[in-house]
């Protein structure tokens, strides 16, 4: 089969997918809780995301990767608005809370969450909070890419973003040349 994508054969070869999966292990990221609201019952949703990236600074935007499989990705489709709540060093419950371990129901019970002008709810006490509203979604593969042009952007100057590395937590310190 071919991709619509530039012509490359969408069955990589025997051992790929593994590697890349093994390499990509090994990529530092920082820990986000993506949230959105359905709308009529407002119905709060939030899910552990890392795979983040901003795209422009004209217009300001970002691009977030979501499992077809999962439940923000079929809300996301329904609503354009969401919120990337970037965790701090001290928010692993939350990540872990917000990445399956518990049911979507609960996820907001812990972490004293906030409703943004745009319905959504967000966490003060994240390192930063960026409103987003869908401009875009490109399937690809399992996953379908969203485009959010950037609402608003707060960070946090006192508190360190989490991140997540061959599966385990962990946390960024400067490096510097040796002297
Ligand atoms: C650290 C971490 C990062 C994750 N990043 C992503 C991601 O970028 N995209 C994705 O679709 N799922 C990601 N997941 C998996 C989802 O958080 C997990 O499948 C979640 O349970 C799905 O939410 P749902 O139960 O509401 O459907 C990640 C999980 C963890 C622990």
């Known amino acids: 089969m071919t991709s ?5 054969s ?40 890392t795979a983040v990236t901003s795209v422009s600074m004209e217009p300001p935007s970002l691009l977030v990767c979501l499992n077809n499989r999962t439940l923000l990705h079929e809300l996301l489709l329904c609503r354009p608005d ?8 001290d928010q692993i419950a939350l990540s872990d809370a917000f990445s399956g371990k518990v049911s979507p129901e609960e996820r907001f019970r812990d972490g004293q969450w906030q409703r943004h002008d745009n319905g959504v709810l967000y966490l003060p006490t994240a390192h930063a909070a960026i409103a987003c509203r869908r401009v875009a979604a490109m399937p690809y593969g399992t ?9 608003s952007a707060d960070v ?6 989490l991140l997540y590395e061959n599966a385990q937590y962990c946390a960024a310190s400067p490096a510097s040349l040796p002297a």
């Open 82 to 89: 969401f919120i990337v709540n970037v965790l701090t060093q």
């Open 143 to 151: 996953h379908t890419v969203f485009i959010g042009q950037v609402v």
């Open 156 to 161: 946090s100057e006192t508190t360190r973003p």
């Open 10 to 49: 969408s069955l990589a070869p025997e051992g790929v997918g593994q590697n890349f999966r093994s390499t990509m292990r090994r990529f530092p990221a920082t820990v986000t809780v993506i949230t959105a609201c359905a709308s009529g019952d407002q119905r709060d949703h939030g899910m552990t995301v």
């Open 4 to 8: 619509a994508l530039f012509g490359l």
